[in-house]
């Protein structure tokens, strides 16, 4: 898998381990962001402040999937690091 940087790269590698799988929901994505799942709620009928997703069905409250490449490149570039 090809990242943008070394940071996302061993980010990806530690959610693929620690979920195995390739999507998280919105109750992981909140733990792994240090959030509420109401936050993340929030944050996508804003439309901004978290990683691309997927919604999977029409219905109002369908399920919404994260790519765990895609959480790894955004929190790559939104956590400081030392």
Same mark, same amino acid.
């Given at each position: 898998?090809?990242? =943008? +940087?070394? @940071? /996302?790269?061993?980010?990806?590698? &530690? %959610? =693929?381990?620690?979920?195995? #799988? %390739?999507? %998280?929901? #919105? $109750?992981?994505? $909140?733990?792994?962001?240090?959030? !509420?799942?109401? =936050?993340?709620? +929030?944050?996508? !009928? #804003?439309? &901004?402040?978290?990683?691309? &997703? *997927? #919604?999977?069905? +029409?219905?109002?409250?369908?399920?919404? *999937?994260?790519?765990?490449?895609?959480? /790894?490149?955004? %929190? !790559? @570039?939104?956590?400081?690091? /030392?």
């Amino acid at each position: 898998m090809i990242l =943008s +940087n070394p @940071q /996302a790269e061993q980010l990806c590698n &530690y %959610l =693929s381990d620690k979920y195995k #799988k %390739l999507t %998280l929901n #919105k $109750a992981e994505l $909140a733990n792994e962001m240090g959030m !509420s799942q109401s =936050s993340i709620n +929030n944050y996508i !009928s #804003k439309g &901004y402040g978290i990683p691309n &997703y *997927r #919604k999977i069905g +029409n219905s109002k409250n369908a399920s919404v *999937r994260f790519n765990i490449i895609d959480v /790894a490149e955004f %929190l !790559s @570039q939104t956590i400081k690091t /030392a």
